[in-house]
């Protein structure tokens, strides 16, 4: 597969769950080596979208390609170079932990050693409750678990539905360092969903956001971010300075609150770094920038 | 398809539910043969009671191969409750628990993962078949000794202990055989289910339903009793009859692998058209 050559490509996708139309008219691409985010309200189709992808449900109408071969009539092949993780991680709850790992490995066509299963249980955080039944493993013992098997056979590309559901904040870090190794070391191409907005923000290169079935929009991160409007918590030291470089600038920045040097702002994401520069050569101290989850505002603005 | 069939296999016996057949059978089993043995040869004078004027029984009549005969009788309504139990379960339980979800991520063709799953299913009800058989049989030959059998099937039938071993074989293959429709029944439900509860429930209210209908002789049930499944569950008997009746139970036979035929067929034809929503 060359570098950024389409690992994924839908065409006119449609699918209907009764009278709803869950995936409607989708068009998408993901090229290799890109985190492609997708993120959308409850409801939106993400979910049935991850399962189109890997042929859990069949569409309605419409096309699906991966790694250049139809789904349709390539699906064990391109399976096999394809990690997933859907919904919540489910298991043989009477299987213990290794078991359950020894047996997909098998399923995927491979045959490892002992050694390899307890690394990859190592690398999950698992190791020492490789032989207890799943059925006694939390919840995100369970995410971690699901992790473990996306990426047991050394997929070229995952495709992971809220891979961090119900980790706590340090297995949240964890996961999000996981995707980005995988990602930038090794080439991995990675489609997620997610409700965590913030989590899109940090790691995805590309986003895709869906409404009742449909493309909102679709772009780079950076691009979004850049043409939506970010609340920006501003602290200096010249307060009335500041004030009036502020003003200066009428149309581009709009002061929200302003309380003793501590300002927040509405403006354009680019231009933030501009204004930047205007209070320091204006000689105001500027002690902090804090961006107000910037993708959130963007995402709430288009849903 | 070997690596499948030995993932489902290993499945199916890691799991506790499918030791309840095997449990339950043997409780029975043992209760019917206590049974006989505390009250069993009254109860067989009783009923020869009539014909002692006529004939001169010599020899021991309550055998161990009555006993398995007697055993025989009662169970086939049991066991397949027992079956639909474990087959009712392959696909939907899966769908229920989820992990359907993560076989079906993996490069496994969905008519290869079903074909696993069936035969494993088809491989149980031999397996629940053959442990009643064995242990009807053994524990009778234990309790009750060896001798000729005595059976009341078209007419009273002296069947002599050398022809019994093949005899009770063959009734026990073909009920394995009728077992079998009962399995795919369960299982083409289990297919078009994501809980297990209710491929179990109907499949054993189509067959309470379908039972009372080929058992019923009212005019419009004869015309549908030779298509049901049912009528050929009991047919087991044919093959302790003076003249074992070759074409008809060939028939039957026929029959049975035809209802099973069609019941993976359409099991398949849900199944590759599944969405997994689950």
């Known amino acids: 597969m060359t570098a950024h050559a389409c690992i994924i490509e839908t065409r006119a996708l449609q699918k209907w769950y009764g009278g709803i139309h869950a995936v409607n008219d989708l068009h998408l691409q993901v090229r290799a080596g890109e985190v492609y985010g997708v993120l959308g309200p409850n409801g939106s189709g993400k979910s049935t979208l991850l399962r189109l992808l890997l042929g859990l449900v069949r569409p309605d109408a419409g096309t699906i390609t991966l790694f250049g071969l139809p789904l349709a009539t390539h699906h064990n092949r391109i399976l096999r170079r394809v990690g997933a993780l859907i919904d919540k991680p489910d298991f043989y709850e009477y299987l213990s932990a290794y078991h359950n790992l020894a047996l997909l490995s098998r399923l995927s066509g491979l045959r490892l050693e002992r050694q390899q299963i307890m690394t990859s249980l190592e690398q999950a955080g698992l190791a020492a409750r490789a032989h207890s039944k799943v059925k006694t493993f939390s919840q995100g013992m369970r995410q971690r678990l699901g992790l473990a098997q996306a990426l047991l056979h050394d997929p070229e590309l995952l495709i992971l539905d809220e891979p961090t559901n119900g980790l706590d904040p340090q297995g949240v870090a964890d996961v999000r360092a996981l995707l980005l190794r995988l990602n930038q070391e090794q080439g991995k191409t990675v489609l997620l969903s997610s409700h965590l907005l913030q989590e899109i923000e940090w790691i995805a ?16 991160v950076r691009d979004l971010l850049g043409r939506s409007s970010a609340q920006v918590r501003l602290v200096v030291d010249e307060p009335q ?7 200066d600038a009428t149309e581009e920045v709009q002061v929200l609150e302003a309380n003793n040097g501590h300002f927040l702002l509405s403006m354009a994401w680019d231009q933030v770094p501009v204004l930047n520069c205007h209070l320091v ?5 500027v002690r902090a920038i804090i961006p107000m989850r910037s993708l959130e505002a963007y995402f709430l603005s288009i849903t | 398809m070997t690596t499948l069939l030995w993932i489902e296999l290993e499945k199916l016996f890691c799991r506790s539910r499918s030791y309840i057949a095997f449990i339950a059978i043997g409780l029975i089993v043992g209760v019917i043969e206590w049974g006989l043995r505390l009250e069993g040869r009254q109860g067989l004078e009783l009923m020869i009671q009539n014909l002692q004027e006529a004939f001169l029984f010599q020899g021991n009549l309550l055998n161990g191969y009555l006993v398995t005969y007697l055993v025989l009788n009662s169970l086939w309504l049991h066991v397949p409750i027992l079956i639909a139990l474990v087959t ?30 069936y035969l494993i299913g088809l491989l149980y009800t031999a397996l629940v078949v053959a442990f009643l058989a064995l242990t009807s049989w053994g524990m009778g030959r234990l309790c009750f000794g060896t ?3 005595i059976v009341f099937y078209q007419t009273i039938n002296m069947v002599p202990e050398a022809e019994l071993p093949w005899r009770f074989a063959a009734a026990f293959a073909y009920g394995g055989l009728s077992m079998g429709v009962v399995a795919s029944l369960a299982f083409f439900f289990s297919t078009l289910a994501n809980h297990s509860l209710g491929p179990i429930i109907t499949t054993v209210a189509i067959l309470i339903g379908c039972t009372i209908i080929s058992t019923i002789e009212v005019g419009i049930f004869r015309t549908v009793q030779p298509f049901l499944f049912t009528t050929y569950l009991s047919k087991w008997q044919g093959f302790f009859a003076l003249e074992v009746q070759g074409e008809e139970m060939g028939l039957a036979i026929g029959i049975l ?22």
């Open chain 2, 88 to 117: 009712g379960d392959l696909v939907s339980g899966e769908a229920q628990a989820g992990t359907l979800r993560l076989l079906l991520t993996r490069p496994v063709g969905r008519l290869q993962l079903l074909t696993a799953k």
């Open chain 2, 257 to 278: 692998v035809g209802h099973m035929a069609v019941l993976f067929a359409g099991a398949a034809g849900v199944f590759l058209r599944k969405d997994c929503t689950t």
């Open chain 1, 281 to 285: 050569e204006a000689g105001v101290m």
């Open chain 2, 147 to 149: 001798g000729d059998l």
């Open chain 1, 241 to 247: 300075v500041a004030r009036r470089i502020l003003e």
């Open chain 1, 205 to 220: 290169t590309r986003v895709l956001v869906l409404r009742q079935g449909q493309t909102v929009v679709e772009g780079a």
